[in-house]
């Protein structure tokens, strides 16, 4: 299933690899989705090489919120990338599975569009996972890789950022 380890595509698999572990291992959140955004660049060659065009489809939205996301906090344009991730994937989809990437791609949005810190990469582990099971069923050797170490690195990062929580003082509250 997996296509040769040291071909064209698989070497854009790791190029995302590189980018996406970089990307987990940010606490500051503008620094974590701009090595997203080019995480993304890369999986657009990745799986267009493969053969995967929802993955595709899915990986330059995600380039596209990741930078949006610098920008804006609004609702509207999460809602507008999701939408446009859910209509354009259904016009993609062949087979069940071809849901997993733009469903990953709306989970993405919802979490880089409306929440920050560790709300945000803890929705970000569900989108992991279906990522996980996109890349094992398209045959992607460095994706599949790129996101189970994501999963782990971002569990190790929202623990990290609890714990400097926790350390920081709670702000005094006034009395009245």
């Known amino acids: 299933m997996f296509s040769t380890v040291l071909s064209v595509p ?11 572990v970089s990307s987990f291992l940010q606490k500051n ?4 989705k701009l090595y997203m955004a080019a995480e993304c660049v ?18 330059t939205l995600s ?7 610098l920008y804006t906090r609004s609702r509207w344009v999460a809602a507008a990338v999701v939408t446009i991730n859910l209509v354009v994937g259904g016009m993609l989809v062949q087979h069940w599975w071809n849901w997993l990437p733009p469903i990953a791609s709306c989970v ?6 409306l929440l920050h810190g560790r709300k945000m990469r803890m929705l970000m ?12 069923i398209s045959g992607s050797i460095g994706g599949t890789a790129l ?3 994501i999963l782990v690195v971002n569990l190790i990062t929202i623990w990290r950022m609890g714990q400097e929580q926790a350390l920081q003082p709670e702000p005094s509250k006034a009395s009245t």
């Open 29 to 32: 959140d503008r620094h974590f």
């Open 10 to 20: 698989q070497l854009f698999g790791y190029v995302a690899f590189v980018l996406g």
């Open 125 to 136: 582990l569900l989108g992991t996972a279906l990522w996980i099971a996109n890349n094992i």
């Open 108 to 113: 993405g949005s919802i979490a880089l569009f």
């Open 147 to 149: 996101e189970c170490v």
């Open 63 to 69: 380039a596209g919120r990741s930078v949006l996301s």
């Open 42 to 59: 890369a999986y657009v060659v990745h799986f267009y090489l493969l053969g995967n065009p929802t993955a595709v489809l899915s990986s």
